[in-house]
């Protein structure tokens, strides 16, 4: 089971390398979509998430969450669907 | 028997159209159609918002797909993109000229519904393909359909000294404007249409590479990316739409462990640009940096998934590029699931 703590943390450390101009004080109720705007910055986060996490990432799984929802509640997704995951194993 | 790469043949077929455009007009036909449920409507276009986020373009030969309605709306409109496919690839072999081609072999991911690609661009170029000239359809080949016309090209005997292969993916004639199903719009936004040929040869006279082995392998998973058929006509779909990504790239790593391939600092290389993604994902794993993965980046931005065509236009960049004994490699995986490793050198 990975940990919403750590998926955040993931998130952050991913926005402040890549939107140095966003704050990531307030993290949990930025939208993704506001902040990515290029695909190639969507999946480089995908694919840290997945690096950071150990896990693996579906798009479309996540569907629009990606680009709707906010980081609080993607890492709530991705804490779900991983659980879900694993379940299946 | 020694195969060369005598020529690439890359014409961009269609108009151009932006990530924006696409969504604009996907957005406005799903208002104009009022379509039900509205919620899931909702959450449809906000997934299509994510295939289509960020800069990237697409050609487009049917660009009335959204008013697509009927089998013979779908069947005219393929008949008139590959005809128009066959036009720009005959104007472009004519003018680079060529030895008489012995086999001509029309190739596309998607069926067939036009008799004859072949016997129509063999017509089209006139003497330059002889008369008795073996010419075969191969089509319903997935995203590797044109890898399989090299790979099986590559076995033909001496009889075939100059083989044409010649690549039409008209993917947004597949488009099913009414349907709610996500598959379907996944194809929507990845792909673009596009044409694309290519000359092999026994002769290495002004070759640019020397074709090396073509390995493949297929993983029992024939579903995985397949056709669903609609009340009018067919659609792209896939089995497992939420372990999708997951399953291609297990699919193209365990491909890869069975095929002998093999990577050098030096080689450059293509992959098949099935999306953004999968590009990335699968580029990692495999050890390949994004330096050396920019041409398929960059020709997924310009023209998105030509479906079997991409390869060839990215491969003829490598070897415009590629310095004389440069290894040029590409992967190509799609529908089967079906993964071919193919190589070259530049001559």
């Not at chain 1, 955040?8 to 993290?27: C, G, K, M, N, Y």
């Not at chain 2, 005598?6 to 696409?22: H, I």
């Not at chain 2, 009022?34 to 997934?47: D, F, G, Q, T």
């Not at chain 2, 191969?138 to 590559?154: F, I, K, P, V």
Request: hydrophobic fraction near 40%; glycine fraction near 8%; aromatic fraction near 8%.
């Amino acid at each position: 089971m990975i940990d919403r703590q750590a998926v955040l943390e993931a998130i952050r450390e991913f926005v402040a390398a890549h939107f140095p101009t966003i704050s990531v004080d307030r993290l949990e109720t930025l939208r993704a979509g506001d902040v990515i705007q290029q695909s190639l910055e969507l999946v480089e986060l995908v694919l840290h998430l997945e690096e950071k996490l150990g896990i693996e990432i579906n798009i479309n799984e996540l569907g629009e969450n990606l680009v709707v929802q906010n980081f609080g509640s993607l890492a709530d997704e991705l804490v779900r669907s991983e659980g879900k995951v694993r379940g299946e194993k | 028997m020694k195969w060369y790469i005598r020529s690439v043949y890359t014409p961009v077929v269609g108009e151009r159209w932006d990530n924006q455009e696409v969504f604009a007009r996907i957005s406005a036909h799903f208002r104009s159609k009022s379509l039900r449920p509205v919620e899931e409507v909702e959450h449809l276009l906000a997934l299509i918002r994510v295939y289509l986020i960020g800069a990237r373009t697409r050609y487009v030969q049917c660009p009335h797909f959204l008013d697509l309605r009927s089998f013979n709306d779908h069947a005219v409109a393929f008949a008139a993109a590959v005809n128009d496919s066959i036009g720009a690839l005959s104007k472009e072999v004519r003018s680079a000229g060529s030895e008489p081609f012995d086999a001509v072999i029309g190739v596309s991911s998607v069926g067939q519904l036009l008799p004859g690609i072949a016997d129509r661009l063999a017509t089209d170029l006139g003497a330059q393909v002889k008369s008795n000239a073996l010419l075969l359809d191969l089509s319903n080949g997935g995203c590797t359909a044109s890898s399989r016309a090299l790979q099986l090209a590559s076995t033909l005997d001496s009889q075939h000294r100059d083989v044409l292969i010649a690549v039409v993916e008209p993917t947004s004639t597949l488009a099913d404007p009414l349907s709610l199903d996500r598959p379907n719009w996944q194809g929507i936004c990845t792909f673009g249409d596009g044409a694309a040929g290519i000359w092999l040869s026994t002769d290495p006279t002004g070759a640019l590479a020397e074709l090396g082995p073509i390995n493949s392998s297929h993983r029992g998973d024939a579903d995985l990316i397949h056709w669903d058929i609609s009340s009018s006509y067919y659609r792209f779909s896939v089995s497992d739409f939420e372990g999708f990504d997951r399953k291609v790239r297990t699919g193209i790593l365990g491909a890869l462990s069975e095929i002998d391939w093999a990577d050098t600092k030096d080689s450059l290389w293509a992959v098949h640009p099935a999306g953004m993604m999968l590009l990335l994902s699968v580029a990692k794993r495999i050890g390949l940096d994004r330096s050396r993965l920019e041409p398929s980046i960059r020709h997924f931005r310009t023209f998105s998934n030509m479906s079997s065509a991409s390869i060839l236009h990215i491969l003829r960049d490598l070897l415009e590029q590629a310095q004389p004994g440069q290894p040029v490699r590409w992967l190509s995986m799609g529908a089967g699931f079906h993964v071919i490793y193919g190589n070259c050198t530049r001559l």
